[in-house]
């Protein structure tokens, strides 16, 4: 896998539409005069391939723009065509086409010719040994000057970043604050076991109290019924032997009224002869 060729349109110094190619398979030179656009060339290939530049205001990416003394172009691009003979990139085909555009308000990217994601294109990128965790894929002026000139322990931390390891360590520092989060989060649902353990023991013993309290509840209501019902029985024998009573009243009082009448029948009978016989007499 290598670059076969490199588009520029209408970045920082490339106005115009500019090809360059072809790339060999192992090394390139680029050379020119000061001012000659070779640090720009370069920042182009870091525009599509690193992280350099993520993440940008307008005035930055305005700035990545083409102002030259003629009308100012309102946006650019940035194409790299591979070789992917060897198939680095998991795309089965020979070519992959990786182009950036930039503009005051947007930022885009495609792959071999269609629309495409960041998070797509850096997952390429990584599939094909571009690691983010590895960032001396590309090394920009003036980094050789500061490597050569790195301490031992620093030239270490240097070694373990080119063999991935550092990626590893950072991994190892994420796994151990995420067994602490959790380790904690765990005390914290053992606590709330605990306490969820108590209240449902204390639920329970809630639970048999009205238990018990409905039983009670079920023989007083048994209670009063019967209470009632006996009451209720005696009440209705009352009113009965009442009835009866002043039924049998009813009744005598007849039979006295009836002799009462016989009576007075008798006395009148009696009385009216002696009544005759005085009145004779005078």
Do not use: W
């Amino acid at each position: 896998m290598h670059i076969k060729q490199i588009i520029i349109q209408g970045f920082k110094s490339y106005k115009e539409q500019t090809v360059i190619e072809p790339f060999s398979p192992k090394t390139n030179v680029i050379v020119g005069h000061n001012g000659s656009g070779k640090s720009n060339f370069f920042a182009a290939i870091r525009f599509v391939l690193s992280d350099a530049y993520t993440q940008m205001g307008r005035e930055e990416r305005q700035a990545l723009l083409h102002e030259g003394s003629g009308s100012a172009v309102m946006s650019a691009y940035v194409e790299i065509i591979f070789d992917n003979s060897d198939e680095r990139f998991p795309t089965g085909r020979d070519e992959v086409v990786l182009r950036r555009t930039i503009g005051l308000k947007k930022d885009e990217y495609s792959l071999d010719r269609k629309n495409a994601t960041k998070s797509d294109v850096m997952n390429l990128l990584e599939s094909a040994g571009f690691s983010r965790s590895n960032p001396y894929y590309i090394v920009p002026q003036g980094r050789v000057t500061t490597l050569t000139n790195m301490k031992d322990f620093e030239r270490l931390n240097l070694l373990k970043e080119v063999a991935g390891t550092q990626v590893y360590e950072q991994r190892r520092t994420e796994s151990l604050k995420i067994m602490e989060e959790t380790e904690s989060k765990r005390a914290k649902i053992d606590e709330l076991l605990k306490y969820i353990e108590e209240r449902l023991s204390e639920l329970e013993e809630e639970k048999e109290e009205l238990r018990g309290f409905r039983e009670k509840d079920r023989e007083r209501s048994c209670l009063e019924y019967t209470i009632y019902h006996r009451e209720q029985v005696e009440i209705n024998n009352a009113i009965d032997g009442i009835e009866e009573t002043r039924a049998r009243g009813i009744e005598i009082n007849e039979d006295s009224r009836e002799a009462f009448i016989e009576r007075e029948k008798e006395i009148q009978v009696c009385f009216f002869p002696i009544l005759l016989s005085t009145g004779a007499q005078s």
